[in-house]
């Protein structure tokens, strides 16, 4: 059984969470809360398998309750945002302080989960089997990485470095994207299952602690050097070869495994496009996504990096590709950045 504190300052919200979670066989909830303090103390007392979380709240608000209790409490949380770019911004930050997902609700004169039923229960139950480890806040400062001895730098769009993400993505690719220097010789292409808005907000916060530049992909975006593009939401990213550049296409075929982008398509672009130049990366995330892209990347003779269980928030993408046996490397997500580097420069 799983035991859930819900936190809301909306009566109304709280009532329709606790009906939809009473109403699943598997579900317990302990208690509601209506502000982030009024969260700790109960979190503190009650200790819950799982909390879902308002954004905005009065007296505390979500992303502070989430720093208290991911430092003092680790706890899977779910968050539930609007889909404001306010909300996609404290979303975003609120992943990177280790909430585990989240679901966008609509907003209007009473905000409601009218649509995102199965998809917070599916989110609940996967959150609370994650690997919740103690926050760690980052620095105060950025601390920007060091440039490559220029001996190491050759500017040639020959290398692609390639990633693919789910769930516990926003916070892996922080420890992977700032670790990397902003004179990295290659592009990085990145695909995080989200929906759109939250991508543009993920490429800003990324952008701005990071030394590489790191933008949501644009159609006809031209691959460079020291640039990320992430795909935007509810788009697919593949990649074309055209006047000896390498550009980005965008396109909305159907959804693969329910997620438009996906990991897969992006992988096997590259693969076509790159050869044997691909460092195909699989982070942490639910399902299979990125294992079949990734057999198509070891056809062509690239490279494959699948982040260690020890550190994944969900091990079902990694553990899919390495059983697949693509996988050239395992790695906790702390030495990612390191083998990413040491990849492309040799």
Known sequence: MIRILIVDD???MR?????LFAGESDFIVLDTARNGQDAIDKVKRLK???ITMDVEMPIMDGIQALETIMREFPTPVVMVSSLTQAGAEATI???ALGAVDFVAKVSGPISNITGISAELIMKCRAAVRANVTRLVLPAAKNIVSAPLPAKQVVLQNDKIVAIGTSTGGP??????ITKLPGNLPCGVLIVQHMPPGFTKSL????NSIASLTVKEAENNDVIQPGVVFIAPGDYHMTIENNSNKKIIKLNQSPPLGGHRPAVDPM??????VYGDKVVGVILTGMGHDGSKGMQVIKQHRGYNIAEDQSTAVVFGMPKSAIEMGVID???PINTIAAEIIKSVTK
């Open 10 to 12: 909306s009566a109304f």
């Open 15 to 19: 009532k329709m969470l606790s009906d």
């Open 48 to 50: 819950p398998d799982l």
């Open 93 to 95: 930050r609120a992943l």
């Open 171 to 176: 916070r892996a690719l922080q420890e992977i």
């Open 203 to 206: 490429a800003d916060r990324l």
């Open 267 to 272: 992988f096997e672009s590259v693969a076509k």
């Open 329 to 331: 490397k395992v790695a």
